[in-house]
């Protein structure tokens, strides 16, 4: 069965740095999102992507973070700027379009920042 | 206000035992309803997806979902230890919008 890849599976980063999450969504879905989860919290959203631009984003997703899509097959998740509190998983999403398209998740970066 | 509520347990059965979870909202908007799986260091697995009232059914699996009362649930029959993992529920008003979850209930089933 398809499935969304992410890489890499850990991260671990100084306060201040940049890091890019990657994801590979799922060949013919269209609709891409970002969802985090902090240590014994909610899933919470993040963004959605649609046809190469942003379709909805939380307040979370603030100037120091932001997606690409670079090529035909990777989505990715840069945050500028990296701070304690952003230390979480970060799971990348996607779906196809249409009514009866519920999102299929990859199983996560955890990004941990010192 | 988008809001949904779960008991987060921990919920511990005996193998062969019907589990019922549970979710509450209070976003009277919302029309589509998903459970998801999670094991430990996972990502979340689809389990059942349900568009606005009424039940769904897919092997040990039923979805419920009662807008009039913004409570849905999820049963378990014949739990199995592989079934051991916390459960989310999640929701949104329109297709393709962000999801709502709640915070997971975590299921223990013994052998």
């Known amino acids: 069965e398809p499935e969304v890849t992410q890489t890499p599976s850990h991260q671990v980063t100084q306060m201040g740095q940049e890091v890019i999450l990657r994801c590979v969504p799922i060949?013919?879905?269209?609709?891409f999102y970002w969802y985090r989860q902090i240590l014994g919290q909610k899933v919470e959203f993040l963004v959605s992507f649609y046809n190469n631009e942003i379709s909805e984003k939380s307040e979370i997703f603030d100037d120091q973070f932001s997606v690409e899509r670079p090529d035909g097959s990777n989505f990715t998740l840069k945050i500028r700027s990296t701070k304690l509190e952003d230390s979480a998983m970060y799971f990348c999403a996607s779906s196809e379009p249409g009514e009866n398209s519920p999102l299929h998740f990859g199983n996560g970066t955890r990004l941990t920042v010192t | 206000q988008k809001e949904v509520e779960q008991d987060p347990g921990p919920l511990s059965v005996p193998e062969g035992a019907i589990v019922s979870l549970n979710c509450t909202y209070s976003n009277s908007a919302f029309q589509y309803f998903m459970w998801y799986r999670q094991y430990s260091r996972k990502g979340p697995e689809l389990l059942m997806y349900?568009?606005?009232?009424g039940n769904k059914e897919d092997g040990r699996f039923t979805a419920q979902v009662d807008k009039s009362s913004k409570y849905i649930s999820l049963f378990i029959r014949d739990s199995q230890p592989s079934d051991s993992a916390t459960y989310l529920c999640a929701m949104c008003d329109q297709a393709g919008t962000a999801l709502i979850f709640g915070k997971g209930t975590t299921l223990s089933v013994s052998s």
């Open positions: 060949s013919n879905h269209l609709y």
């Open positions: 349900t568009y606005s009232s």
